[in-house]
Every structure is written in C-alpha cells, then in structure tokens.
C-alpha cells in the first residue's frame, strides 16, 4: 500500500495559450489534513477541478493508492472516494434538508412492493442524524436549506460527503464567506473528518484558518508549486509571506502600520 | 430498580433557543398549491354568488367549464413540470396544431389506420420535443429563445405541409373517407381518446329526476368526456412523480441549481430533455382528443396555448426560474382558467372582460406566490 492516498505528480494543465498549472506536484497522506495555500489567481481552483475529475490533466499522472488513474468525471471522482465540496456547496436552497442530502443519490424503496420510490422517512432521519453528529441541530429534515446559516449549509456539504463514503475531502475554501465562530466549527469539522480517518484537502488563502488545523501545507503561486512543508517545518508569517510572493507582503504591511494578516 | 425509575426516559434533544415552532397554518401557506386552491374557492365563491342560478352549476354547466380546464390541465401538466426542472416552452401552441396535421393527413390522405397515426403523431412530436431540449442544452441558450423559434416552424410547418399534401388547411374528409368516422371506427381510438365514461350513472341519476333529461330519458350532460380522465391521470402521475420519486427529486434539484445537481451527479441534459419531451407528449394527447372531439384538423389549432399553460403552472404555484412548484397547483390553476373563460358568460359582464381578469389573476398570483416563498418558505421577512 502506498503511503499517498492520492498523488499528483507534475502536473499541467493549459486553457489553450494560458498555462493554468505548470509541473504541480501534491503528496496527500493517508489521515492528514493537508492545506492547499494560494493567493487568487495561483491555480487552486483548476487544481481542484483536476482532483475532482472536472478537467483531465494535460500532462503529468494522478495516482490513488498508488495506482494511476484517469477520472473522466465528477461521479468517476466520487466513486474513487474523492469527494469535493466547492464554494457554492452544491446545494439547492429551495429543497429540504433530506432532499438536497440525498440529492442525486435518494434511497428507494417499493411502494406496495413494485413501484420504485423515493424513501423520504430514511432519507430524513438519516439527514438529521448526521448532522446531529456534526454538531448541527436542524427542527426537522422538511425544512428547507436556504433557511440555514452559512456555517450549517457548509457543515451539511461535508456531512454528505462524509456520508457517503470520501476518503479524500476536498473542501474549497469552506471559510471564505463565515464568521469567526462559524469558521470555528467548520475547523472542528474538519478535525473530526481526519479522527475517521479521512483525509483532507482544505483549500484556503487564509494562513490564520490553515495554520491551526493543517499537517503540511502546499503552496501555491502563479500555476506553479513552492514546495510542500510539514507542519513543524515552516512559520505561520512565512506562509503569508510564501503566498503573496515573498518580498511583496513585507512591503505591503509597511505601509499599514500594526496589521497584521 | 429504582435507578431505573429515576432516570427516567432518555433526555429530550435540547431545542435551539433561535428556532420558534412552526404552526399548521404557516406549514399550510408555505405549500406552493395553496395560492391556487384559495383562488380556487375564492373564483367558485363569486361565481356562485354571481351565476349561482343561471346554469354553470348543474351537471351540463359543471361538465362544460370542466372540459375547457381539462384540456389546459393536461399540458399544464407538462408545462408544470418543465418549469420546475427551470425551463419551459413556447412551443406547446404550435405542436398542438402540428401534431394534428400528423394524425389527420396520414389518416385522410395515405390511409393508414387511426390507431398508427395517433402513434405516429406521438412519435413526430416527441421527437420534436427532444430536438428542442437536445438545442437547449447542447447551446445553453434559454428556452425561451429556442422554443419561440419553434413556435413559427412548427406553426409554419403545419401550415405548409397542409396546404402541400392537401390543399386545404382544415382537414375533417377526403373524398370517402370523413375523420370522425374512421376514428369512430377504429375501436382503440374510440376507446381511448372519444365519448364519455359514466354515461350509465348519468342516465340513471336522469331517470331519478336529479339531472336534467332529454325527451328520451337519457341524461342532457352524456357523461365525463375523456378528456377530464386524461387530466386526472396525467396530474396524479405527474404529481407523485415529484413527490415521492427519485426522478422528482432530480427535477427539482435541476430545477434549483443546474450546476448544483451536476456536481452531485444527476443527468441534467437527460432530465431536462426528457420533459421536453413530456410538454410534446402532453400536446399531442390535446391535440389528438381535440381532433376526435372536433371530427377534423386545423393549422391553426392551439393558438395562445402556450401562454394558456405557462399562466397555469404559475397560477400553480411554480417559479418562473424553477426549482420549485406543483403539479397539483397546476390543475387547479387550470381549473380557475376553465371557470373563469366559460363563467363569465354565465353572467351579465361582457366576454373581453375575461382576458382582462387573466392577466391580472396572472400578476397577483406572481406576487402572492413570491411573497408567500420568500416568507414562509425560506424564513425571510
């Protein structure tokens, strides 16, 4: 067995004369949560369409488990047990909480033993229960998702993806748009997420919110990798530092006495 | 033992102090039919008060006005159900004239057996349907724009292709053989698209004085027209479809976020061509009883139907950018429209008054159903 779950190695990717990814390579070990950093504009969001299966790699290999693999698609991701929950959550808020928990993959049953149906009273109880183990208390699985706070919604993403089965967790940037108390708990979630075992992929430009949940972080800059650090191996300033592109963060706080990022 | 006793039954979850309880009322207003079902019995409350005695309400008005609705109500359903999955089409009006140029001209002209033209103008139309989803999905162009073009071809088309084949543009008879008949002769035509059910509880509910009879003893009101089973069905199918299937789940999730229901996995193209292909079915099934109850075929059948079935799916309850509705909202939608077209002239307004009173019925339902959505639905004050 390897001791990546999954790999990326040197991959690039064009949009014909733009080069979105250039010679990246990623190491997710089995278990750990590992922090992808980059500011805008530095690849993450193509990286993670290459993970889960939207963009194929124009060069370089993907390897699960050690085994090179080519996902052509979403579902070929999803079935390989890489789970990516992006920015906009993929849910849909006009639906209730079993529905859009179950959405694409809804339990059926026979109604009077032929009819295939919709099996709404698992599809509930089961929504409720997992989000009860992610700290989420929801009135009942009829209510509808755009009712939620944006922490809950994020929190509902995960426990779905979790639920069924990921055994890599690709979360793109899952803080961007909360709080402070709500980035807390999707944090916590994060750090429940790898004590079952799975292994994470925390997409962020926030070094404050990666720092303390991270194992190892890679950064990103300009489609290109600067390396990949273990957790004891780098400072949180040299993150921010690393990730505006050395110098310029520097420059930059100088002109704003006493910030700090 | 006494441990036991004392702890008593597990703990009650904690309830969050934010979330209030929620009464039967609100539950009841936040259902996307409600709006239709009160204006519903709100348009029966008047008309009862202002046609009460003039006809509408005995068994020939009921089963007139009720026709006119069922006949909406059945591509309604269509109609419903596009909308939700987040599209609709323009379309429906010129398929109801086009698929009933594909039924009467092989029927008249190259003699072929009711039974197969009615397949073959589900066929045609169908077809059509998935071209006009398979255009909408491939380009990503908005329904409204490639179903408006479809709406002067198929139009056009039905025109053309009647004039071409026949010379005529309303085709009830070509030299011996009449429509009417050939489609009375055919016994699964007959059986599925003509005359009425229950004609024999009719007459009886005659004999017993309580309908009115003609001279003979028979019931004035034949029975139940066909049309009005269709309906029935088609809104019970299309309505536990949505509720308790997977294949609603995925309408509505396609419905709410396209993009969404593509990253969990669901066949976005496949769902939405396939209503597509539900709204020229539903078109054609009108078509098909309109010809037989009308004994001909005519270019220019279905005109404004279109706007007929997407005033209905609103009127519904649906959400003009999808994502969430009801069929059964639809058919009394359908069911306000039918009261409404044939009411009026129950009593002493004047007929154009009729579309006035659409188009504002059309507004205050958009506004009802928005308001209700936003407040009840997701909270918002």
């Known amino acids: 067995m390897s001791d990546y779950i999954l790999q990326l190695e ?34 993450k969001s ?21 085994k090179e693999v080519s996902l052509r698609s979403p579902c070929d991701a999803l079935d390989a047990g890489v789970a990516t929950v992006y920015q ?12 859009n928990f179950f959405m694409g993959r809804e339990p059926v049953r026979r109604l009077l033993g032929v009819l295939p149906v919709m099996d709404h009273e698992t599809a509930n109880r089961i929504s409720v229960e997992k989000l009860a183990d992610m700290g989420i208390r929801v009135r009942d699985a009829e209510q509808v998702v755009g009712t939620m706070s944006g922490g809950e919604k994020q929190c ?25 108390k709500q980035s807390a708990n999707v944090l916590r979630l994060i750090i429940k997420a790898r004590e079952r075992g799975i292994s994470v992929i925390f997409i962020t430009h926030n070094a404050n919110h990666a720092f303390p949940v991270g194992d190892s972080f890679t950064l990103l800059n300009r489609g290109q990798s600067m390396g990949t650090y273990a957790k004891g191996e780098i400072s949180k300033e040299d993150l921010l530092d690393m990730m505006a592109g050395g110098t310029e963060m520097s420059t930059l706080l100088d002109d704003l006495d006493g910030v700090t990022i | ?59 020939e008005g009921i089963i007139n006005w009720g026709t006119v609705a069922a006949y909406l109500g059945v ?50 139309a169908m077809m059509l349907g998935a071209l006009n989803g398979w255009i909408v999905v491939r380009t990503g162009l908005p329904s409204f724009i490639v179903t408006l073009a479809f709406f002067f071809i198929l139009r056009g088309l039905s025109l053309a292709i009647a004039v071409l084949l026949t010379g005529k543009t309303i085709l009830s008879s070509n030299g011996d053989v009449i429509l009417r008949e050939a489609m009375q002769a055919d016994p699964m035509v007959a059986l599925l698209f003509m005359g009425h059910v229950l004609t024999g509880l009719f007459d009886a509910c005659a004999s017993l004085g309580w309908m009115a009879a003609r001279d003979d003893g028979t019931a004035l009101a034949i029975g139940i027209p066909k049309v009005v089973v269709w309906w029935l069905v088609l809104t019970a199918v299309g309505a536990f479809t949505l509720a308790r299937t997977r294949f609603g789940n995925w309408i509505l ?21 396939s209503l597509f292909m539900l709204t020229a079915f539903c078109a054609t099934l009108f078509a098909v009883l309109q010809v037989a109850d009308a004994g001909s075929a005519a270019a220019d059948r279905g005109l404004q139907k279109e706007f007929e079935a997407i005033i209905v799916a609103v009127i519904g309850g649906c959400l003009l950018r999808g994502g969430y509705g009801s069929v059964i909202g639809a058919a009394f939608g359908a069911l306000i429209f039918g009261m409404v077209q044939i009411g009026i002239g129950y009593t002493s307004i004047d007929n154009n008054w009729y579309r006035v009173f659409l188009g504002a019925m059309l507004l205050i ?17």
């Open chain 1, 88 to 99: 906009d959550l993929a849910l849909v808020p006009l639906m209730s909480v079993g529905r």
């Open chain 2, 75 to 124: 591509i309604a359903v269509g109609a419903a159900l596009l909308m939700i999955a987040g599209e609709f089409d323009l379309s429906v009006g010129s398929m109801i004239g086009f698929a009933g140029m594909m039924m009467a001209i092989p029927i008249l002209e190259w003699g072929w057996s009711p039974m197969t033209a009615v397949l073959f103008a589900f066929a045609c």
């Open chain 1, 156 to 180: 509902l993403a995960i426990a779905r993806a979790i639920y069924f089965g990921a055994q890599v967790l690709i979360l793109d940037e899952p803080t961007a748009a909360l709080g402070v």
């Open chain 2, 1 to 59: 033992m006494l441990d036991s006793s004392l702890a008593g039954p597990p703990a009650a979850t904690p309830i969050d102090e934010r979330v209030r309880g929620v009464g039967t009322v609100r539950k009841l207003l936040a259902r996307p039919e409600f709006g239709a079902i009160a204006g519903t019995l709100l348009i029966l409350a008047l008309f009862l008060m202002s046609a009460g005695d003039s006809g509408m309400f005995n068994a």
């Open chain 2, 253 to 273: 999730a396609v419905g709410g976020d396209a993009n969404a229901a593509k990253n969990v996995g669901i066949p976005v193209s496949s769902v939405k061509i």
């Open chain 1, 10 to 43: 040197d991959v690039s990717k064009f949009f014909g004369p733009v080069i979105a990814l250039s010679g990246v390579t990623l190491r997710l070990k089995r278990g750990e949560v590992h922090c992808l950093l980059g500011d805008n504009g530095a690849g």
């Open chain 1, 46 to 66: 193509t990286l993670i369409k290459t993970l889960a299966g939207v963009h194929m790699p124009d060069k370089g290999r993907y390897l699960l488990n050690g």
């Open chain 2, 365 to 381: 339902a958009v506004i009802f159903n928005n308001y209700v959505r936003s407040r009840y639905s997701l909270g918002k004050s």
